[in-house]
């Protein structure tokens, strides 16, 4: 009998261990996805950035070559 409760304290252990894993998961997922969120607002911005200089680039060789 006193193996059976041994083996429930070891369960109720488990449960708890598992419990922490998964808060401790959970809270991991949050950090990266805030990560994921804010690489991907600088990557727009700086697409943005490079459009507007190929924009100026093109529009300067298009006038450059109409010009002559």
Not at 42 to 55: D, N, R, S
């Amino acid at each position: 009998m006193n193996n059976h409760f041994r083996v429930l304290a070891t369960r109720q252990e488990m449960m708890e261990g598992f419990a922490l894993a998964r808060q401790e998961l959970t809270e991991g997922l949050a950090e990266v996805r805030q990560e994921v969120s804010t690489t991907k607002a600088e990557i727009i911005k700086w697409m943005f950035i490079f459009w507007v200089g190929q924009l100026l680039a093109m529009i300067g060789l298009i006038h450059l070559f109409l010009k002559k």
